[in-house]
């Protein structure tokens, strides 16, 4: 499943909540990136864009029904 993510989240406390799900979560960006935020590498690279709130908002979380429970503070279900 693929959600928005919501406006002014703290991205500290969002990427904490994704090393608690079991699933793969990856952020895909408006251009066709994929980047898997279990990954540090990825991880590192997600946080040089957050700056730029527009790319982030074109941008979706996917990852499964159950993760999206966890990650509910900060993606629009």
């Given at each position: 499943?693929?959600f928005d993510l919501?406006?002014?989240?703290?991205m500290?406390?969002?990427?904490r909540a994704?090393?608690g799900?079991?699933g793969e979560?990856?952020?895909e960006s408006?251009?066709?990136?994929i980047?898997?935020l279990?990954?540090?590498?990825s991880k590192?690279?997600?946080?040089t864009?957050?700056?730029?709130?527009?790319?982030?908002?074109?941008?979706?979380?996917?990852?499964?029904p159950?993760?999206a429970?966890m990650?509910?503070?900060f993606v629009v279900?």
């Amino acid at each position: 499943m693929k959600f928005d993510l919501k406006p002014q989240i703290n991205m500290v406390m969002f990427l904490r909540a994704v090393e608690g799900c079991n699933g793969e979560v990856c952020f895909e960006s408006g251009e066709g990136d994929i980047l898997n935020l279990k990954s540090q590498l990825s991880k590192y690279l997600f946080l040089t864009v957050t700056p730029d709130a527009e790319y982030l908002m074109r941008g979706k979380v996917s990852c499964t029904p159950e993760d999206a429970a966890m990650l509910s503070d900060f993606v629009v279900l």
